[in-house]
């Protein structure tokens, strides 16, 4: 099959998650279009690299290694990165499966030499077994998955999701890698946003770049328990405000929020309007979800005043760093040496 070699990153970092650990590489190396290389890049944790290494020691096409940089998920794939065969690189989170025709629809899309991303969609999988009746579809992006307000099919996008996403390798010598303190570590507070700033980067670094996503390439994402209650709507609403304000600082407001704008004004209040008809035609968790919609849009409001603030005082950092160097002055550097 014609198309460029494509590399599949996952982060790992808990062996709480080694059965869908194992399902999401099965779920690769079942795809139609074949991946080159399969990278599990293990986020500082001993036990779990050990483990993996013995579970795919005899396993062809797949690869496990350490993250060389700070603990993290940027610097986990900028590890995956730079170890990488792959004229593209796909990242897959550590809890979803891939659908078969995954990385096909991800490959077709490249035909475009200025296609720099592709990204694709990703479903939720409620421990529960469905939604939580309360749990807003604007607020998908809290779980990791995607949301109502993003357009459908093949489109042009500011940028791609994390979870599910495909960079051409070049895309990394023009940008650099993901940029280190704006992403999330482990169990510390959810933040996120880092592909935003990455691909803002990218856009800046070369105009003409074409990022997309393809409603096609489809993901299924897990969601445990924990994460359908209120209390992480609240935690992850809060830290998502953070990591915008480390993005404006990175890249200018008016390109950090280009986006947002559009959401707040036009998605979200559809989406409260939505939950007050329900409610008032006495529909299940109308009232809920509309309620949801403003607690987070205020408390998102709220992450984003207090990191503004810390970011003026120099309390709130970024770096672009090298993957086999040291890390880079603020918003500069890259990916150093390529493959390894």
Sequence with gaps: MSGPDISVVICVYTEDRWEDILAAVSSVRAQSYPALETLLVVDHNEALLDR??????????????????????SAGRNTGIAASYGEVIAFLDDDAVAERDWLRH??????????????????????????PDWFPEEFDWVVGCTYRGLPHGRVKVRNVLGGNASFRRTAFDFAGGFATGIGRDGDRLPLGCEETELCIR??????????????????????????????????????????????????????GLESERRYTTRVLPAGVARGLRDAVLARRGGAGRAGAIVAGVLTAAGGYVVGSVRARRGGATYSVVGIEGEAGVEGEAGIEGGRR
Excluded: Q
Excluded at 107 to 113: E, I, L, N, V
Excluded at 215 to 234: K, L, M, N, Q, T
């Design 52 to 73: 993996l290494t013995k579970e795919y020691k005899e396993t062809a096409g797949v690869r496990v290694l350490a993250n060389a940089g700070p603990r993290g998920l």
């Design 202 to 255: 990218l856009t800046r670094a070369r105009p003409d770049a074409v990022l997309l996503i393809d409603d096609r390439a489809v993901i299924h994402h897990r969601v445990p328990g924990p994460r359908e209650h209120f209390r992480y709507f609240r935690t992850r609403t809060y830290a998502e405000g953070l990591s915008k304000a480390l993005v404006a600082r990175s890249v200018g407001a008016d390109k």
């Design 106 to 131: 991800f490959a077709a899309a490249y035909a475009d030499p200025n296609v720099m991303a592709v990204g694709g969609r990703t479903e939720p999988i409620w421990a529960s077994g469905r939604r």
